[in-house]
């Protein structure tokens, strides 16, 4: 397949920060998210590929083309940045129409052209009025009508949801999974994973000024590589353990002294083991006698959350659970409730990395 | 109705001590200038000629040095570069100066001896005593007034704004032409209306460089000197009336200024 975006060993000193060796390839079509925290550098990543700064070392390649040293006018990239940046001294047919004035087209040319983005995008209404009036999804829209009348052959994202009102968000969503469903390749940069899981074909995490893991969604979150990346898939039961081998079986002892039966595998010394919340299940009695990982505790903590409720139980070690609001109305458990918690091996997974 | 507290209290009759500080003068010298008087000013040709070349000499002046005073703001505002904040120094230094020694500073530079007048001499200007001369001295002691307040109005633009329209394919140049300079125009119009009002009521630089021919300030000193309080009061007044109905003029002219901008933009 084409790599409409390959990023080579990029460097770039800005000020005490450093992004390190980015390397990234994205084919024509794809959507690639790439998560990290405020400050982790992705914003400048988006502002080098757009050629706003220039990289210490390295070369950037769109449509196989190296634009490293090439104007930002001359890169075909669209940056749409979080506060979407609208130019408030002109009208939304001032904004939209700004790049086809800039390249010269016809007035005809140009009213056609902004109709029909602006229909796109279900804004046709609004070409007459002045940004300060607009909503922020209204203004998230204008600022993609912008950027796409200039037909970008990679669609930089910085943000693109995290300035929207949550009721926003899906339709939002859906337009970016439309546009990218038309064949435009976006990168898009976000804090939040779960933009990520519904959006991306292939995600990147970047921390510190480099990506420590990238590859399809699933993959990444299924199979992190640290603690930091198993964070951003929404993990919070993290233990550091040794590693006890005996007679072929596996099982790992946290630091509060509770055993953990691993999957037959390879492992080292010591390391960090992490259980996903929805993989333990809550009983009110001791499942059974061939439970392998069976843990008694005391719920410390019952809080509503996205999947449903999540519970927190001391069992020697702290666990975070998820259960859905019909599981917990069929429990009846209560802040001190007496509770027994259980998991597979196979969900208690070993981080390869250092954690 | 917002409580009063005794602090507040305090704050008001300190700040109506130094508003009544500035318009009791004001108000003393309107009450003592009969009707009759004022009239007679206003027919009187030197007070009429010199109120006129007040007005077009420090409007001049602004004009032409705001295409040299708004890159300068710019510049200050968007570059960083060595020795920047003696720069900033330097702008600000008409500011701190004695008014009779910028004068002398600007006398030096434009009479026959000095680089500018010896240039000007060349074409047959003679800047001293001259509208030319008088504008340069107004311009010197008011040039930082433009400058800074347009240096906060760019400052104030998102640089997010300008690196946006870089994207969507501007060029610099019309990046600040679209961008930069309309979303400050609002602090470059005030910092020019400010500009245009300290030359025009500057006497100390200007009547070091000329006396003649004879700008309202040196006028009404003249008066005041030759005369007295009685003949110097109705100039003053007269003058004081004309700046202020030009300044509300310049004023709302800047507001609708703001208002054309937003629609000023489906130009395309």
Request: glycine share 8%; with cysteine.
């Amino acid at each position: 397949m084409k790599v409409m975006l390959k990023l080579e060993g990029i460097n770039k000193k800005l000020g005490d920060f450093r992004l390190k060796d980015i390397n990234i390839n994205i084919p024509e079509g794809g959507y690639f998210v790439l998560l990290g925290r405020s400050g982790s550098g992705k914003s400048q990543l988006l502002e080098l590929i757009a050629g706003l700064k220039k990289p210490d070392s390295g070369k950037i390649w769109i449509n196989n083309e190296d634009v490293t040293n090439k104007k930002i006018q001359e890169r075909k990239t669209g940056l749409v940045f979080q506060d979407y940046a609208i130019f408030p001294n002109m009208t939304v047919y001032g904004n939209i129409s700004y790049s086809l004035r800039c390249s010269g087209e016809e007035k005809n040319v140009i009213r056609k052209r902004v109709e029909h983005i602006a229909g796109e995008l279900n804004i046709a209404h609004l070409l007459d009025r002045v940004p300060i009036n607009l909503s922020g999804g209204e203004l998230q829209r204008v600022a993609l009508a912008r950027t796409l009348i200039t037909s970008p052959g990679v669609l930089l994202l910085d943000e693109p949801l995290a300035s929207v009102d949550a009721s926003l968000r899906d339709d939002i969503r859906r337009l970016l999974r439309q546009l990218n469903r038309k064949g435009i390749t976006i990168v898009h940069v976000t804090h939040d994973y779960r933009e990520a899981v519904s959006l991306a074909s292939c995600v990147g995490v970047i921390h510190n000024g480099s990506i420590i893991q990238s590859g399809h969604p699933d993959d990444v979150f299924s199979n992190p590589v640290s603690r930091f990346v198993a964070r951003y898939s929404g993990i919070r039961n993290f233990y550091r353990v040794r590693f006890i081998g005996e007679d072929g079986k596996w099982k790992a002892r946290s630091e509060a002294a509770v055993d953990f039966v691993l999957e037959d595998g390879v492992y080292p010394d010591d390391g960090l083991i992490i259980i996903r919340s929805d993989s333990i299940k809550i009983h009110l009695n001791k499942p059974e006698d061939a439970c392998i990982n069976c843990y008694r505790g005391v719920v410390r903590d019952i809080i509503p959350s996205d999947y449903g409720m999540e519970i927190t139980v001391d069992a020697g070690e702290r666990f975070f659970v998820d259960i859905t609001r019909d599981e917990f109305r069929n429990l009846g458990i209560n802040e001190m409730s007496e509770v027994w918690l259980s998991f597979v091996p196979a969900a208690a997974v070993a981080l390869k990395g250092s954690g | 109705m917002i409580r009063q507290t005794p602090f507040s209290l305090l704050m008001l009759f300190l700040s109506s001590l130094v508003l009544l500080f500035i318009l009791a003068p004001l108000t003393g010298m309107f009450l003592h200038t009969a009707g009759s008087d004022l009239l007679e000013t206003v027919n009187d040709d030197d007070v009429r000629q010199s109120i006129w070349l007040t007005l077009w000499v420090s409007f001049a002046a602004t004009f032409v040095f705001a295409f040299v005073c708004i890159p300068l703001a710019w510049i200050m505002a968007r570059k960083e570069f060595p020795l920047k904040s003696m720069v900033q120094g330097l702008i600000d230094l008409p500011v701190v100066l004695p008014h009779t020694a910028a004068g002398l500073a600007v006398l030096g530079f434009i009479s026959r001896e000095g680089v500018l007048g010896k240039a000007a001499d060349t074409i047959g200007l003679t800047l001293v005593n001259n509208p030319a001369g008088i504008a340069l001295a107004m311009a010197f002691v008011s040039v930082p007034f433009l400058i800074n307040s347009a240096r906060d109005g760019f400052a104030a633009v998102p640089e997010r704004l300008e690196k946006a329209a870089l994207t969507l394919g501007a060029s610099p140049s019309r990046v600040f032409f679209t961008i930069s300079l309309p979303i400050a125009w609002r602090s470059i119009i005030t910092g020019f209306i400010m500009m245009f009002a300290r030359g025009m009521s500057e006497f100390g630089a200007v009547v070091m460089v000329a006396y003649h021919p004879m700008i309202a300030p040196v006028l009404i000193y003249e008066r005041f000197s030759s005369f007295g309080l009685a003949y110097a009061r109705p100039v003053s007044v007269l003058f004081v009336l004309v700046a202020l109905m030009i300044f509300i003029f310049l004023r709302l002219i800047s507001v609708t200024r703001k208002e054309v901008r937003y629609e000023g933009n489906a130009e395309a």
